[in-house]
């Protein structure tokens, strides 16, 4: 089946730097993926749509100067948290378009120091 | 806007019993797709099962079979046999068939006990 790969799967990072977040769908070409946010117990929120070769669509009141999606090639798409805080601090996952519907990354988990 | 509601937070079986876990959506589309997801420890989602609101009948994947009703929008989830690598978070989801996103219930964590 397909398979999309998400790194790092955790990360550690100090208050006001950036962090990037790759996506790879493995085994397929990806037109579409997805960004989400979930925080603990809680359900997985969308961030963003991310289209190869264009402009991402961030959902309402995501920061799209503080989370930048690009998504240039169709096996690639990345998540860059920028000048992180601790509040930006949560487990971040991907999702991709395929064939039979979505798959998901195994997500990343961001601590902010 | 599409809503998704899982009306229960915790559910708990014992093993090898039956549990159904609810899901109600509201839309005013009459082409669509459901989904269930299982989000286990690892953080991993993966797919359960989906449903295509055109085909009448109810999805099935081994263990796992859906209550689809649909004039009703109820898309329950019945896991059959059920066992301690069952346990997880469960999340439904549904899409419209012209629209990309999904849209996630609030999930229903299940437990499995011995």
């Known amino acids: 089946g397909a398979v999309v790969s998400q790194h790092p799967s955790w990360v550690i990072c100090k208050s006001g730097t950036s962090v990037k977040i790759e996506c790879r769908s493995l085994?397929?070409?990806?037109?579409?993926m997805f960004w989400y946010r979930q925080f603990p117990k809680q359900s997985l929120m969308l961030m963003a749509t991310?289209?190869?070769?264009?402009?991402?669509?961030?959902e309402q009141g995501v920061e799209k100067d503080k989370f930048l999606i690009n998504h240039a090639s169709l096996t690639l798409s990345t998540l860059t948290v920028t000048s992180a805080h601790p509040e930006d601090s949560s487990f971040y996952i991907c999702?991709?378009?395929?064939?039979?519907?979505?798959?998901f990354g195994s997500g990343t988990r961001l601590t902010v120091v | 806007a599409q809503t998704v509601t899982q009306s229960q937070p915790e559910m708990s079986v014992q093993e090898a019993e039956t549990v159904t876990l609810s899901c109600t959506y509201d839309?005013?589309?009459?082409?669509?797709?459901l989904f269930w997801y299982k989000q286990p420890p690892s953080r991993q989602m993966i797919l359960v099962i989906r449903?295509?609101?055109?085909?009448?009948q109810n999805a099935t994947e081994n263990r796992f079979s859906v209550n689809f009703q649909k004039a009703a929008k109820s898309f329950s989830l019945k896991i059959s046999d059920s066992q301690l690598g069952d346990a997880a978070m469960y999340f439904c989801?549904?899409?419209?068939?012209?629209?990309?996103?999904?849209?996630f219930g609030q999930g229903t964590r299940l437990t499995i006990n011995p």
């Open positions: 999702s991709a378009r395929d064939i039979e519907g979505y798959t």
């Open positions: 085994d397929f070409q990806a037109t579409t």
């Open positions: 991310s289209n190869e070769g264009s402009k991402a669509t961030y």
């Open positions: 839309t005013s589309e009459s082409d669509y797709y």
């Open positions: 449903q295509e609101a055109y085909k009448q």
């Open positions: 989801a549904y899409r419209t068939r012209g629209a990309q996103k999904l849209v």
